[in-house]
């Protein structure tokens, strides 16, 4: 089945509200959330919400914290979050990096003390919206093996990259340093179906497509090539971590629990380059046009499978989302009437 995004975005409040989460936090995770379903990043969209609301409910994530920024010097900053929501402190901090970079042409923040933010992609995306090139990036604990080796030692450490193209359109690459995200091994589970090859391990450190005897992720590459991934979830844990004072993934809670009551200290890093940091944004523009006039003008392997640019696949299925709804599965489903319940408060579905 389908739902609407207004009506997931009125359910969503009124949890929140009932949790005492004042009303821009409210507004700014709910964004993150539909922004990231919308666009058909159902792994870390909507299906995360009771995570959120258990991690609230249960003292990992304050409802009302006192976030901040500690240190501004030109292209450099740090926002505490204070153990919040991670999707409202790198919206605040998106927003902080955007404006920098537009006074000093480029400009980075790190974000301490944080919790799960969702999709990165979401705040490349939000620098990106304001006439800057954006990055995101976030640790988390382990999940992929470091290349060659057996048990869980990095997180799914992604890695997102926003240009904007023209007319409101994006380029836009947002993936994790390995092949899929843990929580695509959760609905592999939830649904009954098989991984693909070279994606998950088990305990003995062998491939799987067992999504039941999976713990662990292969970095992106797989097999021949996974150096190539673990070196690139290397690079976002220096940023997340040792970067900005924080402790690396290896070293941080478990995202699924048992412990939900201490916060977990994440790390994220973003990055702004003004479009007219280095050249005029008018040469930009067209600079971009050329490329995107070449890159359309290649020929693909079947007509009936051209070749998109980076986002533009999330692009298409946002239009058909706004107007037809975010589908949700049967455990999702079950998920919201259980909140429903809970919190006494309405939802169709």
Known sequence: MKILPNKINKFFDSILSKLSVPKKDRNLLIKSLLDSSIRGVDSHGIRLFSHYVKCIENGRIKAKPKMKLIKKNRGVAVYNADDGLGHVAALKASAIVSSMAKKNGIASIGIINSSHYGAAGVYSMDIAQNDCVGFSFTHSDAFAIPYNGKKPFHGTNPYSFTAPIGNKDFLHADFSSTSIAWNKVMRARANSTKLNSEIALDKSGNYTANPYNAVSLAPLGGKEYGYKGFGLSSSVEIMCGPLIGMAHGYRLLSMIGPDFSTPRKLGHFLIAISLNAFTTKKQ??????????????????????????????????????????????????????FLANKYKVKINL
Not at 289 to 318: C, R, V
């Open 284 to 337: 930009y523009f067209k600079g971009m046009k050329n490329y995107m006039n070449d890159l359309k003008k290649q020929k693909s392997k079947k007509n009936n499978n051209p070749i998109l640019y980076p986002g533009e696949k999330e692009k298409i299925t946002s239009k058909k989302r706004l107007k037809t709804g975010i589908p949700i599965d049967k455990e999702l489903k079950t998920d919201f009437l």
